[in-house]
């Protein structure tokens, strides 16, 4: 969760997964839930890991992120929409 506008701000443009090297990261607003990790020095900011399994997410067979859409392109089904768009560059460049 998230509770400093400031920072809010600086962050409102940015892929924070890609940022943390991570599947999936979802900003919250406003008071922290319990047991979240908080940094004493870090003021307004709580942490709360989930499995990206138990979210419904599925594993890309190119990058390794899980994504709600892995399966979508027909030709590349074991990859996410985005790796799927990569393959597909490449095939058309015949380096693939």
């Known amino acids: 969760t998230l509770d400093d506008a400031a920072l ?3 962050i409102a443009d940015v892929d ?5 090297i ?6 919250k607003y406003g008071k922290p839930p319990e047991g979240a990790f908080t940094l004493d020095d870090v003021k307004g900011v709580a942490v709360v890991v989930e499995k990206a399994e138990d979210r419904g ?3 890309c067979a190119r990058s390794w992120r899980y994504t709600a859409d892995v399966g979508q392109d027909q030709e590349f089904p074991d990859v996410s929409a985005r790796d799927a768009a990569v393959l597909h560059e490449l095939k058309a460049l015949g380096r693939l």
């Not at 924070?16 to 943390?20: N, P, Y």
């Not at 991570?22 to 900003?27: K, R």
């Open 8 to 10: 809010e701000a600086a």
């Open 57 to 59: 997410l599925t594993k």
């Open 16 to 20: 924070m997964a890609e940022m943390a």
């Open 22 to 27: 991570t599947s999936d990261l979802v900003i």
